[in-house]
Each structure stands twice: as structure tokens, then as C-alpha cells.
């Protein structure tokens, strides 16, 4: 079990063009999470999956980003028209959901860290 | 979500216990508290969690008081590898499934 992995691990793009990320989540875990964090602040929510559908979506996911989990495996993460206030770490992270709710621990990954120019 | 309190930053001497408190005086009585920390440069990481009862593990311990208004992260034995910022998280047992993190407690061990 490598962990939850992220790619890329830093990315810096002009503003107005598109950015992709991917997440590949610890193997057989279920749900799928993306968090957005900005300097000196926590994690913000950003949306979650189970297997390949997006159960919730934060209202900091604006129209400009889509979030897909086609296969139930990995997710990957776009953002359009980048602008500088999308300057951030994005996080992924994942768990695995054993039906009523237990706990589930989310295992984090390392994050992309995008720069907006 | 509830909503938590905690210190911007302590300090404390390298292989001494530290005490990183909480304040949730809104929990309701559904909510588990969890502790998540995030090392430099590193995602965050789960820590320990509980709901009414102290709770140890191999990291830290958990100590919750009566009223569950309040609670505190020990670490027996702080290492440099502790330095880190801690976040105390309530989540509800209905399966509310984000973690919503405030802005945490920076830690800093002192050699």
C-alpha cells in the first residue's frame, strides 16, 4: 500500500488557462475527498465521492471546476480560466466506507500545489 | 458544523509531555472529536478521535472532559518530529463525511 498519491506535486500556470489534477487514492477505498488549503489556513471542503458518484459539492466549487471519479478509482480535478485566487494547495484524500456509518479515517495525500501568475 | 477553539500556537521542550487543549462548547451530543495534524510541507494526518471516553493509542491520548465542552491531545513524550499543526475536528455520527478543519495549533518543539 504506497498511500494516496497526487500529480502533479507543483504546478504554475498563467492565469486564464485550464489546469488538470489527479488523485490515485489508497487501493480499494471507496470514497474520494478534495480539499482546497491556502496559506496559514485549514483544509476547505471541496467534494467528495463514493466509488464514481459525486455525493456532495462544496459552494466554493464554482462552475469554473468539475471534479470526476469515472471508474471509481482515481479523480481527477480541473479548473477553468484559472485565476490568482485559485493560488493553493489542493488536497486529496481518501477512506474507506463501510456502509452505516463507522469511522472512517481519511488518509491524506501530499497535495498539488498550484500557483496562478 | 460545530464549531472549535484552540490556541494559534504553543511551544514546548523536546521530550516533555504537551497538552494541546480544545474548546467545543457547541457539541452536540452526536459529534465525535477527532484530531488530525499536518507535518510541514505534508497532508494532514489522522491522530486519534473519540466520543465520550479517554482514548489512547500509539501516537497521543485523548482526554475529554465531563461535559464534553472541552477536551485535550496529549503527547506523553514530544519529539522534533512533532512539530506539526494540530486540528481538532468534530464530526457527526450521522455520517456527515467532511472534515471541517479550523485554522488549528501550531506546535513548535524546542530542542
Known amino acids: 500500500d504506497t498511500g494516496v498519491s497526487q500529480d502533479p506535486r507543483h504546478k504554475i500556470t498563467k492565469r486564464g488557462q485550464n489546469v488538470t489534477f489527479r488523485c490515485d487514492p489508497i487501493?480499494?477505498?471507496?470514497?474520494l475527498y478534495w480539499y482546497r488549503q491556502t496559506l496559514g489556513q485549514g483544509p476547505e471542503f471541496l467534494t467528495y465521492?463514493?466509488?464514481?458518484?459525486?455525493?456532495?459539492k462544496s459552494r466554493l466549487l464554482s462552475d469554473r471546476f468539475s471534479a470526476e471519479r469515472p471508474k471509481g478509482s482515481f479523480s481527477t480535478l480541473e479548473i477553468q480560466r484559472t485565476e490568482q485566487g485559485d493560488s493553493a494547495m489542493y488536497l486529496c484524500?481518501?477512506?474507506?466506507?463501510?456502509?452505516?456509518?463507522?469511522?472512517?479515517?481519511?488518509?491524506f495525500g501530499p497535495g498539488t500545489r498550484l500557483t496562478v501568475l | 458544523d460545530a464549531k472549535t477553539t484552540q490556541p494559534n500556537s504553543m511551544e514546548s521542550n523536546e521530550e516533555e509531555p504537551v497538552h494541546l487543549p480544545c474548546n467545543h462548547s457547541?457539541?452536540?451530543?452526536?459529534?465525535?472529536i477527532h484530531w488530525y495534524r499536518q507535518l510541514p510541507s505534508q497532508g494532514p494526518e489522522y491522530v486519534i478521535h473519540?466520543?465520550?471516553s479517554n482514548v489512547n493509542n500509539r501516537m497521543a491520548s485523548l482526554a475529554i472532559a465531563e461535559d464534553r465542552k472541552s477536551s485535550t491531545l496529549i503527547l506523553h513524550r514530544a519529539t522534533l518530529r512533532d512539530a506539526a499543526v494540530y486540528y481538532c475536528?468534530?464530526?457527526?455520527?450521522?455520517?456527515?463525511?467532511?472534515?471541517?478543519f479550523g485554522t488549528g495549533t501550531r506546535l513548535t518543539i524546542i530542542p
Open positions: 473519540g466520543l465520550t
Open positions: 465521492f463514493q466509488n464514481e458518484a459525486q455525493l456532495e
Open positions: 457547541t457539541i452536540s451530543g452526536t459529534d465525535y
Open positions: 475536528i468534530l464530526r457527526d455520527v450521522g455520517g456527515n463525511e467532511k472534515l471541517t
Open positions: 484524500a481518501s477512506s474507506f466506507h463501510r456502509g452505516s456509518f463507522s469511522y472512517n479515517e481519511q488518509f
Open positions: 487501493s480499494e477505498h471507496n470514497r
